[in-house]
């Protein structure tokens, strides 16, 4: 798909030299910190790389649903439900307003839900994990909402001025999402016997592909060097992951749990954590479509799709009349 499109970090980002004058001067725009605007001229390939990368968050969005909503009717209180119910309501927001973002780039969501449903599109590959458990509840909010907000706060400064201020609402609601997700860990951490055990498996499933959810490494991440100087990308994919996991490693150690890695130290020196890296093969070929749960996710979405075709007709049909009320009375 558009990776193809454009230089990736194998060959570098364009130097100076390679610009043409169009190119030097939305350079310079990027370099001084000025957002660029949807009417504003944009090279191909920044247009292209935004609209596979907010395109793909947007999808996201919408298919993590899918693991919590499986969780909404059997929250263990009616309080839990309610949270749930407005945490899943919210990523469905995010959904429509990155949607949105990447509608201002010339491309239509039918035409983005299109290329997901053909495959063409990704998603992020955390959600073809299952969520088997009420603690997988909490490691999600905990961990892999920890892990979009380490990922998203740095994107409030994008250099693409819609997609930039569609995360300030989307951060301020992901970490709602990260401290419910922490709530339902610690109740779960300080219950029982057995509801800690459940606490433990959850992070124990979750932790490698919650670090997987930051990329490949750098050294094989395709579009960091470009994306990077197109301030798409704030922070390289390796930068995230050892901010996730300087962050998560004390709030693991406050709620009794253990991170399943034995290399996990603290590195004096570096004045970081040494950590084990996640399989990379098994992230690769999540992404190509064989996790555990891809298929049951590409399936809910392809029904939602299908199941949704009488209101998309009804809406164009209206639109259709309306228009040609408006012929009528003029
Ligand atoms: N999963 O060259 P790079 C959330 C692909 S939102 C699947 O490093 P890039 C909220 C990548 O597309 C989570 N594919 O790529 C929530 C490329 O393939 P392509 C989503 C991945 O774009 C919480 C290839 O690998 N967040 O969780 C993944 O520079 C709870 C090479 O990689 C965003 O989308 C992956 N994890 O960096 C909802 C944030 N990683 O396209 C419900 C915005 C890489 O050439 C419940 N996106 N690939 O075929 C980004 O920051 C970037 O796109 C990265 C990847 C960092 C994800």
Redesign the pocket.
């Given at each position: 798909?558009?990776?193809?499109m454009v230089k990736?970090?194998g060959q570098g980002a364009k130097t100076r030299d390679e610009m043409t004058d169009e190119e030097r001067d939305f350079q310079d725009r990027i370099d001084a910190d000025i957002k660029i605007e949807p009417r504003d001229w944009m090279p191909d390939g920044y247009r292209k790389?935004l609209i596979?990368?907010?395109g793909?968050?947007?999808?996201?969005?919408i298919?993590?649903?899918l693991?919590?909503g499986n969780w909404i009717t059997r929250a263990p209180t009616l309080e839990r439900k309610m949270i749930l119910l407005a945490?899943?309501q919210d990523?469905a927001g995010?959904g429509l307003y990155l949607y949105s973002a990447a509608e201002t780039l010339g491309v239509s969501r039918d035409d983005l839900t299109a290329q997901l449903l053909s495959g063409k599109?990704?998603?992020?590959?955390?959600?073809n994990y299952p969520t088997l458990t009420w603690a997988d509840i909490g490691a999600?909010?905990w961990l892999?909402?920890g892990?979009?907000i380490m990922?998203?706060v740095p994107?409030q400064r994008t250099s693409y001025g819609p997609y930039a201020r569609a995360m300030i609402r989307?951060c301020k609601e992901?970490s709602f999402?990260q401290r419910q997700g922490y709530d339902i860990m610690m109740k779960m951490a300080q219950g029982s016997p057995e509801q800690r055990k459940m606490a433990q498996d959850a992070l124990n499933r979750f932790w490698y592909p919650s670090l997987?959810?930051?990329?490949?490494s750098?050294k094989?991440?395709?579009?960091?060097a470009q994306?990077m100087a197109w301030k798409?990308?704030i922070n390289t994919?390796d930068e995230?992951r050892q901010k996730f996991v300087d962050q998560t490693v004390p709030q693991a150690d406050y709620l009794g749990l253990t991170i399943p890695d034995e290399n996990l130290k603290w590195n004096e020196e570096t004045g970081r954590h040494d950590f084990s890296e996640p399989d990379w093969t098994e992230?690769?070929d999540?992404?190509k479509g064989n996790g555990p749960c891809n298929t049951e996710r590409m399936n809910a979405r392809m029904k939602a799709w299908e199941d949704g075709q009488w209101v998309r007709d009804g809406l164009l049909a209206h639109g259709r009349k309306r228009a040609a009320a408006n012929v009528a009375a003029e």
């Amino acid at each position: 798909m558009y990776a193809q499109m454009v230089k990736s970090t194998g060959q570098g980002a364009k130097t100076r030299d390679e610009m043409t004058d169009e190119e030097r001067d939305f350079q310079d725009r990027i370099d001084a910190d000025i957002k660029i605007e949807p009417r504003d001229w944009m090279p191909d390939g920044y247009r292209k790389t935004l609209i596979r990368q907010i395109g793909q968050h947007a999808h996201s969005e919408i298919v993590g649903q899918l693991p919590e909503g499986n969780w909404i009717t059997r929250a263990p209180t009616l309080e839990r439900k309610m949270i749930l119910l407005a945490k899943v309501q919210d990523e469905a927001g995010h959904g429509l307003y990155l949607y949105s973002a990447a509608e201002t780039l010339g491309v239509s969501r039918d035409d983005l839900t299109a290329q997901l449903l053909s495959g063409k599109m990704k998603y992020s590959s955390i959600f073809n994990y299952p969520t088997l458990t009420w603690a997988d509840i909490g490691a999600v909010g905990w961990l892999v909402d920890g892990a979009a907000i380490m990922n998203q706060v740095p994107l409030q400064r994008t250099s693409y001025g819609p997609y930039a201020r569609a995360m300030i609402r989307i951060c301020k609601e992901e970490s709602f999402h990260q401290r419910q997700g922490y709530d339902i860990m610690m109740k779960m951490a300080q219950g029982s016997p057995e509801q800690r055990k459940m606490a433990q498996d959850a992070l124990n499933r979750f932790w490698y592909p919650s670090l997987m959810m930051f990329g490949p490494s750098d050294k094989d991440s395709v579009h960091s060097a470009q994306s990077m100087a197109w301030k798409i990308k704030i922070n390289t994919n390796d930068e995230l992951r050892q901010k996730f996991v300087d962050q998560t490693v004390p709030q693991a150690d406050y709620l009794g749990l253990t991170i399943p890695d034995e290399n996990l130290k603290w590195n004096e020196e570096t004045g970081r954590h040494d950590f084990s890296e996640p399989d990379w093969t098994e992230f690769f070929d999540v992404i190509k479509g064989n996790g555990p749960c891809n298929t049951e996710r590409m399936n809910a979405r392809m029904k939602a799709w299908e199941d949704g075709q009488w209101v998309r007709d009804g809406l164009l049909a209206h639109g259709r009349k309306r228009a040609a009320a408006n012929v009528a009375a003029e």
